[in-house]
């Protein structure tokens, strides 16, 4: 198993910055495709950015330019830097994994991060 825990969310007027960490603990590696997701009030939960193990990246057209994804595999910790946040990044965030080298497919999740922008 592995456990995923999400920081850094927050409240933050339309063009400032976030930025939100996800800690993996147990059975965790190197290995770990590790994703973010968003769920915005009355949708669902939709892909945002992933990143490989050796730092192939993949981001949604719709955050491209602004958000990037790293990640630090010596702490066992992805992140998404968000800038020039608009109000429809408004939702709640997810920390996501899979050791199976898939892109959109994940088996463990985090709790969430709630991220408001206001306009």
């Known amino acids: 198993q592995v456990q995923l825990v999400e920081s850094g969310g927050g409240l933050v007027q339309a063009g400032g910055s976030l930025r939100l960490s996800c800690a993996a603990s147990?059975?965790?590696?190197?290995?770990?495709?590790m994703g973010w997701f968003r769920q915005a009030p009355g949708k669902e939960r939709t892909f945002v950015a992933a990143i490989y193990s050796y730092g192939r990246t993949h981001l949604v057209d719709a955050v491209k330019g602004r958000f990037t994804i790293s990640r630090d595999n010596a702490k066992n910790t992805v992140y998404l830097q968000m800038n020039s946040l608009k109000p429809d990044d408004t939702a709640v965030y997810y920390c996501a994994a899979n050791n199976r080298n898939l892109l959109y497919y994940y088996d463990y999740w985090g709790p969430g991060a709630q991220v408001t922008v206001s306009s």
């Open positions: 147990g059975r965790t590696s190197s290995d770990l495709v």
